[in-house]
């Protein structure tokens, strides 16, 4: 009896929101199953309206649905397909999101809050009982959720994109942008036996990183100022960096620039001039979501930047028509095979293996 329930597995049903159709397909046919029937739309006031056009009772639904431009609608409609789903009685809901919104507000800044964590939070209300994701912009978000959350690497994808399409790659350097990347950047550079270069020094600072008056000195003609000892706080001095600085040698070097997104491309693009001064010969971005808002394109053909590949867990087609340079590696793959190893219940670490902690 035992064996036999333990035979028993639920069906499957893949579900696909509106954001990444081509995606969702792809995977589908990976899967080797149809896509479930669902209608959404909008009311002319942008209310979503969702149709599941399916029983299911029952089973196991994976939804697909990625963050683009309209990402307050993805998140939206990923809830109410899940709460459905939820109301509806499927067995488990699993959400195949592989760029989750929001991942880059994952600390408090000033008076804000941690939206990243309001986002896990209500995935998880909303039905969600599992899950996948790709390249998490910190690591941590995991944390947020109390569900399980596979996060997986499109890193070797693009280090096989690397080796594959660049014949001369072992005469190229990667590239950490900032301080903060260089973990990444040196995972990259130790499967591919690739020396590292950092850039260090001064961009300009963005609004949220301005003063707000938290490190101000205190006023010192405040009524109260023996009652709160506020002359007994250190003085905090401001920061200051040093102008923009190549800290490795990139000189007759290709220079590859890894990041986990490539959304505002003004920080790249500053970047991959003072290579270009440097002298190295082709500069390169490397990056698993292209997000590339607004005129991204049209700043990149401009650029010094020879190629930006990305892959394609956010839709950039319309991007790739205004620019040449951008090329994409395909991980449907990838999110298929976490879909079929999740179904039978057989263990994720395959899917881990050579990847690093730093990725």
């Known amino acids: 009896m035992a064996a036999h329930m333990h035979a028993h597995k639920n069906q499957m049903l893949v579900l696909a929101g509106t954001s990444h159709p081509e995606l969702a397909q792809m995977v589908a046919s990976k899967l080797g199953v149809r896509l479930g029937e669902i209608a959404i739309y909008h009311k002319p006031n942008r209310e979503t309206i969702v149709e599941i056009k399916e029983s299911v009772r029952g089973k196991d639904v994976y939804i697909i649905q990625t963050g683009t431009k309209a990402v307050n609608d993805d998140i939206m409609e990923l809830m109410i397909i899940a709460y459905a789903c939820r109301t ?9 999101i592989p760029f989750l919104p929001y991942s880059k507000q994952s600390k408090m800044r000033k008076r804000g809050c941690i939206v990243s964590k309001l986002m896990a939070t209500m995935l998880g209300r909303a039905g969600l009982s599992h899950v996948i994701t790709m390249d998490l912009h910190q690591k941590e978000i995991q944390g947020f959720f109390n ?3 596979d996060n997986l690497r499109a890193s070797g994808f693009l280090i096989d994109y690397i080796q594959t399409s660049l014949p001369d790659y072992r005469n190229a ?18 499967r591919l036996r690739l020396g590292i270069a950092v850039i260090h020094g001064e961009e300009r600072m963005p609004e ?8 101000s000195p205190p006023n010192t003609e405040a009524q109260y100022k023996d009652a709160f000892g506020l002359e007994m706080l250190p003085r905090v001095a401001a920061k200051e960096k040093p102008p923009f600085n190549v800290v490795g040698d990139v000189g007759g070097r290709i220079a590859i620039i890894v990041d986990d997104m490539i959304d505002d491309v003004d920080a790249f693009v500053k970047v991959a001039d003072i290579l270009k001064e440097r002298g190295a010969y082709k500069v390169l971005v490397i990056a698993t979501h292209g997000v590339l808002s607004s005129d991204a394109p049209r700043l990149i053909e401009d650029s010094n930047i020879d190629e930006v590949v990305v892959t394609n867990t956010v839709p950039h087609g319309a991007q790739k028509m205004q620019c040449h340079k951008i090329k994409t590696v395909d991980i449907s793959v990838l999110l298929s095979e976490a879909i079929r190893r999740i179904q039978h219940n057989e263990s994720m670490s395959y899917l881990f293996r050579n990847v690093g902690m730093d990725d």
């Open 88 to 96: 509806s009685s499927a067995s488990n809901i699993i959400g195949v």
């Open 208 to 215: 949220s990183e301005e003063d707000d008056g938290r490190t």
């Open 173 to 190: 350097v990667i590239v950490a942008r900032n301080p903060n990347s260089v973990r990444r950047a040196s995972s990259y550079a130790d």
């Open 147 to 149: 569900i399980p959350v």
